[in-house]
């Protein structure tokens, strides 16, 4: 049984009421997640149900004024639409759902321009996808650097409404679920899949140790925007270099993860894995540098582990310390080729999709060192093209493309 709990302090009896007309249409729920509902007042409107199955805790808030009433352990849905009406009314309605945000509660915006939160809060590194729509984006500060650089994770769905408030609602219950953890600045997993990168150890006999602290993770995930050909989320992991050395300079590493999953794994389709294209260039060139990246080219017909470290290397490109992080990731039948040159990286990976690695869910993971002005944001875009392909026996009948740009800016 699927219980809604109503609040509103205006009128018992239209509490009363909603309250009837939520337990009329009772589903299942998976969870018990206490899940707040912001700017929806209509218990059938879709938001609602689609949270009904998922947790049996679910509030709908009748003002900005019961954001206080959350507590920890929750999540926060806004209805974006409102949101910016509300806040053009009213801008204090937007700062409430800031701080809300800002206390680490994971809040997720859905319809109208889901961006309105992330773009309101000062300090945080911005991803936005400029060529797509938008349907949600959740985000959950977590801290902040010395230099008020906001610590965070964010999930953002392009399309398929269903889809985007349960990949939230699951992304945001794994939010919680690390709530209380210390925040990891490097991790050493090694797991082949999805590895974390890892610090090499640097001589702190003279001096502190340089390390690099984690900023943000941001996955822009395309949900059904390209069905049938497949689906690709592709994740962000920037880490900042600490006790660097250098006053003039600071030092980011990027990690790309692109996982594919093909049409004919998600969709029963007859689209397979095939090619995938990365391209990173600075905006600002004056500002920023691209001054590390990897992996390298590799050529491999079976299972191999890919290896790669980015980072750091003194006395080259104003560099005062050497500190690197390493990536492992794994490939099957696939082919890398590095087509960097100048102030660009970009990548091609080329998948022999008429093998079993054609129906896998795969991921890539390429990675960048940007070395910026003290005193001047990271600013760089950059695009991926994913081709899914259908086959004959062993030949390819068809292509199908999928074209993401995306920027990032801040810190």
Known sequence: MKNLVVTIDVALLLALTIALMVHAGSVVATSSTTTYVLGVTNPLDPLVVDLQSLTSQVTLL?????????????????????????????????????????????????????AILENSVTGLMKFPTPNLPLISDGL??????????????????????????GAEFQWAQQQLARAGAPITLAPLGTSIQSSGPAIVPQDTSTAPAPSWSYVIKV??????????????????????????????????????NQTLQPGIQVYGSNYRNYLEQSYVQMNNRTSNLLTDHGPAALSNAGPTVVTYSIGTHARVLDAAVTSNQTMTYFLKNTNVTDTSSGSNVSWVHSINGGTSVGKLTIQIIPGWTDKVMMGSPVDLQGSFTTTFASFNGGTVTDTQSTYVQFSAYGG
């Open 140 to 165: 959950q500060i977590t801290g902040a650097l010395a230099d008020g650089t906001r610590q965070a994770t964010s999930l953002k769905v392009i399309a398929g409404f269903d889809y985007a408030v």
């Open 219 to 256: 996955t822009t995930d395309t949900g059904d925007y390209f069905k049938p050909y497949g689906r690709v989320a592709t994740t962000f992991t920037v880490f900042q270099l600490q006790n660097s050395g250098s006053g003039s300079f600071k030092w980011y590493n990027f990690f790309f």
């Open 62 to 114: 009748p003002s900005v004024s019961g954001l206080a009433s959350i507590g920890g352990n929750s999540i926060l849905f806004v209805d974006g639409s409102w949101l910016a009406t509300a806040s053009s009314l009213d801008p204090t309605v937007l700062s409430a759902v800031v701080q809300t945000a800002l206390s680490g509660v994971p809040t997720i915006v859905v319809r109208g321009n889901p």
